[in-house]
């Protein structure tokens, strides 16, 4: 999905599919060793997470990564604001990840609110949703298009059919010439080979590291570890340590981090 092919005009057969911008594969679930293709071409990446008890930062750290590794600018967006009275927290928490990031608080059923995710949407660009299920992906679409064409997930009270999920693959053209991507596929991307996205998203870790007496210091105990040295001084967090090392550790399981010592 996404891929943009050359047709031919009188036939409108297509003569090739033009190169790719990027890709977001996964490995298959049935063969691990196979990659299924999710979405190519995206331009924009929304990162969808709630102002609620399920956001999560270490989650968000992960589709940053994914982002950085598939070589497509992020976006947080912050839905249901209006269901906190601090939204403003969840914003700062966002953008404490990564100098720079950029995060947009909204709304999801107000148009007014929604508008400025517009910017991404304008003619010939793809922005992709990628978000767990029930943070507001769908919701986002409708209220760009102005329309409640797509089922949400809202669950009325008494009404055991009103549950819906996004089923199929989902591409939405936008009335501006955008294309919105929401497909089901991109929640289960997995990291792979996401060195260089890890290596962004943690670069204050990496360029700590680089400070450890070791070249090759695993940060646990040995002596003149820097990372450990900059946690300790809380120039660093162990909350962000653990995430990266579980990052790095899912990205190559072959690199197995020794345990502390006693
Ligand atoms: N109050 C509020 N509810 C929202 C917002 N965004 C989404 N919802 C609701 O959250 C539920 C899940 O939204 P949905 O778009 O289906 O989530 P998806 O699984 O990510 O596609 C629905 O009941 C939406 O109406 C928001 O910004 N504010
Ligand atoms: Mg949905
Ligand atoms: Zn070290």
Not at 77 to 85: M, Q, S
Not at 223 to 244: K, M, N
Request: net charge negative; proline share 4%.
């Amino acid at each position: 999905m996404g891929d943009w092919l050359l047709v031919d005009r009188d036939t409108l057969q297509a003569v090739r599919v033009l190169g790719r911008m990027n890709l977001f594969k996964r490995r298959s679930p049935g063969d691990p060793r196979k990659e299924q293709m999710i979405a190519a071409n995206v331009d924009t990446l929304f990162i969808v997470a709630s102002c609620n008890q399920d956001f999560s930062v270490a989650r968000l750290e992960r589709y940053l990564v994914l982002a950085h590794e598939v070589g497509v600018d992020p976006v947080v967006v912050l839905t249901k604001t209006d269901l906190t009275d601090t939204p403003e927290e969840f914003a700062a928490a966002a953008r404490a990840i990564e100098p720079g990031l950029r995060v947009e608080s909204v709304n999801g059923r107000d148009p007014t609110s929604v508008a400025r995710l517009a910017n991404w949407c304008g003619e010939g660009e793809t922005v992709a949703l990628l978000g767990s299920s029930g943070v507001g992906k769908s919701t986002l679409v409708n209220t760009l298009r102005g329309s409640d064409s797509i089922a949400t997930q809202a669950i009325r009270a008494g009404d055991d059919t009103g549950r819906h999920t996004t089923t199929a693959r989902e591409m939405h053209r936008l009335d501006r010439g955008g294309w919105l991507l929401d497909t089901p596929g991109m929640r289960e991307l997995q990291l792979s080979d996401a060195a260089a996205g890890i290596s962004e998203v943690f670069d204050d870790f990496i360029l700590m590291a680089q400070q450890c007496r070791f070249s090759n210091c695993a940060h646990g105990a040995e002596p003149g570890c820097a990372v450990r040295a900059a946690i300790a001084e809380g120039v660093l967090t162990t909350d962000r340590f653990d995430r990266w090392r579980k990052l790095a550790a899912e990205e190559n399981p072959a690199v197995v981090y020794p345990k502390r010592r006693r």
